[in-house]
């Protein structure tokens, strides 16, 4: 079963556009991943530096291997200093 991920960031208002650089190196290397089905970077329309990404992997595993992929760390270590908060993630499956 394919597994869908909403993640939901919000970055500091000066911060913005560093973290729009990081993000965006974040969605290149992840398209390329093994089960990568889906992986989209969206920014809030009514919120500055709220964002948000859409991802569809074909299994668990492949999202494992995700979520430990070197340039996730990268992204980690890089995006923590911008956050206004705590990234929300949703994890589900399609119901219809």
Request: net charge negative.
């Amino acid at each position: 079963m394919s597994i869908y991920l909403s993640a939901v960031i919000q970055i500091k208002e000066n911060d913005v556009m560093d973290a729009i650089e990081i993000l965006k190196k974040l969605v290149i290397e992840t398209r390329k991943e093994k089960g990568c089905l889906q992986y989209d970077l969206f920014e809030d329309n009514r919120n500055k530096g709220v964002f948000f990404i859409h991802e569809h992997w074909e299994t668990n595993e492949d999202l494992h291997s995700h979520q430990v992929s070197e340039h996730m760390m990268r992204f980690r270590e890089g995006i923590a200093p911008l956050l206004e908060k705590s990234n929300v993630v949703y994890m589900g499956h399609k119901l219809f």
